[in-house]
């Protein structure tokens, strides 16, 4: 099976850089996933890693070591609109089954 | 437009009373998948679809079914519906981009079963 592990919560200013960790415990891997989320509304897809290393789209960067079973969501430049939840995903080797961890809700203050 | 359509979009019922909530994509994708979402426990997936007439577990299947005739619906299915399957539900179809696995998902369903 597979877990995955991500803060609760996240708060921070507008403007400024975050980091949101994910951990994960798989019998196969076959990539991490990250995917946004508003309040109300559907999840949408930022960013994929299937090898080790950092993606960069834009504002958003994302990180994968597969030998520390662990990744990480960079947001930079803040903006109020960032404020919602962000879910890690992973794929089994297999590639049938995408497992989400918990969320992260991240807060944006002025 | 690309997009995957689901309906209704809020349901309330009572137990036991059957209920289907469609999902239709246009896409002409191959795989597709239904997840719910509760609060603190993310996106959980219940079944899932490789193709036309090949379905599978995910994590959450019990009190669900799920059938796919057809290349863009997957319906999901409650036989009789308890108050522990009150949730948000989100159909999704993926697809392969040169960066990775895609997926696309629905607006979502809210169903309440008293």
């Known amino acids: 099976g597979q877990s995955l592990e991500q803060p609760s919560e996240v708060t921070a200013v507008e403007g400024a850089i975050v980091q949101i960790n994910c951990t994960y415990q798989?019998?196969?891997?076959?990539?991490l996933s990250w995917y946004q989320q508003h309040d109300g509304g559907a999840p949408t897809f930022l960013s994929y890693n299937g090898l080790d290393g950092l993606e960069e789209t834009g504002r958003f960067s994302s990180f994968l070591s597969r030998s520390d079973s662990y990744g990480y969501l960079l947001l930079q430049e803040l903006q109020m609109k960032d404020s919602a939840s962000y879910f890690c995903a992973v794929r089994d080797d297999a590639g049938n089954m995408l497992t989400f961890g918990g969320g992260t809700r991240l807060m944006v203050k002025p | 437009e690309a997009q995957v359509t689901q309906n209704p979009r809020y349901l309330i019922t009572v137990t036991g009373k059957k209920l289907t909530v469609t999902c239709s994509q246009n896409m002409n994708h191959e795989y597709m998948s239904w997840y719910r979402q509760d609060p603190g426990l993310g996106l959980r997936q219940i079944y899932y679809s490789m193709n036309v007439e090949v379905t599978d577990k995910g994590d959450v299947p019990e009190g669900y079914k799920v059938s796919r005739k057809e290349k863009r619906n997957f319906p999901l299915i409650l036989e009789s519906p308890s108050p522990n399957q009150t949730s948000l539900y989100f159909c999704?179809?993926?697809?392969?981009?040169?960066?990775?696995?895609?997926?696309?998902f629905g607006a979502g369903t809210r169903l309440s079963v008293l």
């Open positions: 999704a179809s993926m697809t392969h981009r040169d960066f990775g696995p895609y997926l696309y």
């Open positions: 798989t019998s196969g891997f076959y990539g």
